[in-house]
């Protein structure tokens, strides 16, 4: 199951779901304002990251600048304590499943949820296109 981590002031996490919608991919939403991630969660789409922290926090937000944080001297236990505290740090919208993680919305990116076989359809109609 596909799992979206939204705020509801968020355009990009509107559009995410309005694709995820229409492309018919079942999702579970979850507003991490009103119910902020725990620990646990914190570090496990942390491990699904490739930069790490870097790719999950807002460094544009108003809590970073008001905190006037260095990431390079987090602790990850100082980190996650942070970004359970602040929920506001972390980018959204967050999509995500046991594999795979996009934060962020992105029109090309997100294609990486459809199933394979959609994918492959496509391609093949792409490529019957340029021939």
């Known amino acids: 199951m596909l799992n979206l981590y939204v705020a509801p002031s968020s355009a990009s996490s509107r559009?995410?779901?309005?694709?995820?919608?229409?492309?018919?991919?079942?999702?579970?939403?979850?507003?991490?304002?009103?119910?902020?991630?725990?620990?646990?969660?914190?570090?496990?789409?942390?491990?699904?990251?490739?930069?790490?922290?870097?790719?999950?926090?807002?460094?544009?937000?108003?809590?970073?600048?008001?905190?006037?944080?260095?990431?390079?001297?987090?602790?990850l236990t100082e980190l996650v304590d942070l970004l359970v505290k602040y929920p506001d740090l972390i980018k959204r919208p967050i999509i995500f499943d046991d594999k795979r993680l996009e934060?962020?919305?992105?029109?090309?990116e997100i294609r990486r949820f459809l199933p394979r076989s959609i994918r492959k359809a496509e391609l093949k109609e792409l490529e019957a296109k340029l021939s």
């Open 15 to 75: 559009k995410a779901r309005a694709w995820l919608k229409d492309h018919d991919i079942p999702f579970k939403e979850r507003n991490i304002n009103s119910k902020p991630l725990n620990a646990a969660e914190v570090k496990h789409i942390l491990r699904l990251t490739e930069n790490g922290s870097e790719d999950i926090i807002s460094t544009r937000s108003n809590i970073f600048k008001k905190l006037h944080l260095n990431l390079d001297d987090l602790s």
């Open 103 to 108: 934060v962020g919305y992105n029109e090309e």
